[in-house]
């Protein structure tokens, strides 16, 4: 038996998403916007349809958009016979923004590693800023590997599906 898209379940799954993730750091109203297109039947919506989804202003949606935009978790593209654009969660986003952050962890180790340089050879503080660089390095090298584990993981379950 297949069930019907609730609009007020999805609202709720909306603003849920985004509070847990605003808990976390994450731009609320970010969250929301990115929550709503995915969650979206149709493949892009534009920044009204967007503020009317959320009953929020144009400025509010422009300032999330621009956000997750440069996390690459969402693509702006050209409405047709248009002059505004739409907003589409790409193919891939949490892979494609997982590798972005991932170059934050080398970009750390590195500034990291100028802390170290400056310090006292011997001291407690180089100690801890050795640590935190040996740290991001660590985390650098297992996100590309945990990435690569996650799609071989993907195709499989998609796979699966098909059958």
């Known amino acids: 038996m297949s069930e ?3 609009e007020l379940e999805v609202r709720a799954f909306v ?4 509070m847990f993730l605003a808990d976390w750091g994450f731009p609320r109203m970010a969250a929301r916007v990115l929550m709503t297109l995915m969650s979206a039947d149709e493949e892009r919506l534009t920044a009204g349809e967007l503020a ?4 929020v202003s144009a400025a509010a949606i422009s300032g999330a958009v621009r956000y997750l935009q440069q996390l ?3 693509d702006r593209v050209p409405v047709p016979g248009s002059r505004s654009d739409a907003y589409e969660v790409p193919r891939n986003a949490w892979y494609t923004a997982a590798i972005v952050k991932g170059g934050l962890y ?3 180790a590195d500034l990291s590693d100028q802390g170290v340089n400056a310090l006292d050879e011997g001291g407690a503080a180089r100690e801890r800023i050795a ?3 040996d740290f991001f390095l660590f ?3 297992e996100v ?3 990435l690569d584990r996650w799609v071989a993981e993907r195709d499989e379950r998609r796979q699966a599906r098909s059958w």
């Open 4 to 6: 019907m898209r609730s």
């Open 15 to 18: 603003e849920q998403m985004a």
């Open 139 to 141: 985390l650098d090298d």
């Open 106 to 108: 080398k970009r750390l």
């Open 72 to 74: 690459h978790l969402i």
């Open 131 to 133: 640590e935190m660089r």
């Open 52 to 55: 009317e989804r959320l009953d």
């Open 144 to 146: 590309g590997l945990l």
